[in-house]
């Protein structure tokens, strides 16, 4: 009868959050971009006059963090995935209706402040 007792409201709150995160996934904010990059080389493949062929494709991940701007470098291996953070990330603000569908009016604001708050959980979590 007494055994709940333990369970502080802010340990049941992480165990809710856990839990919440777990359904989601992994979440990351950002959009991907694909790039094709020349080398330094002179005579490398990617300079050949007739048929180029660029190094690539590399994949950046561009996201918004405390107000600015981030790329970062995504690794082929890891690119399926950032794919299915960034998508969860998508998910996410929609359920919550984050900006809204069809948003994308440069609330970059809003987007840090989730972030913000996803990154404390996870910190909670992993502490755990
Ligand atoms: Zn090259």
Same mark, same amino acid.
């Given at each position: 009868?007494?055994? &709940?007792? %333990?369970?502080?409201p802010?340990e049941?709150?992480?165990e *809710? +959050? ?5 359904e989601?996934?992994?979440?990351h904010p ?5 790039q094709?990059?020349?080398c330094?080389k002179p005579?490398?493949?990617?300079k &050949?006059p %007739?048929?180029?062929q660029?190094?690539g494709?590399y994949? *950046? +991940?561009s996201f918004t963090w405390?107000?600015?701007g981030r790329?970062?470098f995504?690794r ?7 794919r299915q953070k960034?998508?969860?990330y ?11 569908p069809?948003g994308?009016t440069?609330?970059a604001?809003?987007?840090?402040k989730?972030v913000?708050r996803?990154k404390?959980i996870?910190t909670?979590?992993?502490?755990k």
């Amino acid at each position: 009868m007494i055994s &709940d007792m %333990k369970t502080t409201p802010i340990e049941r709150k992480i165990e *809710h +959050l856990k839990q919440q995160l777990a359904e989601l996934g992994p979440i990351h904010p950002g959009s991907l971009s694909e790039q094709y990059n020349v080398c330094g080389k002179p005579d490398c493949r990617c300079k &050949d006059p %007739k048929d180029p062929q660029k190094h690539g494709p590399y994949y *950046h +991940l561009s996201f918004t963090w405390r107000g600015k701007g981030r790329t970062r470098f995504v690794r082929s291996e890891r690119l399926a995935e950032v794919r299915q953070k960034v998508a969860n990330y998508k998910r996410f603000r929609t359920d919550r209706r984050m900006g809204g569908p069809g948003g994308g009016t440069g609330t970059a604001g809003t987007g840090a402040k989730t972030v913000g708050r996803w990154k404390s959980i996870l910190t909670i979590c992993r502490r755990k």
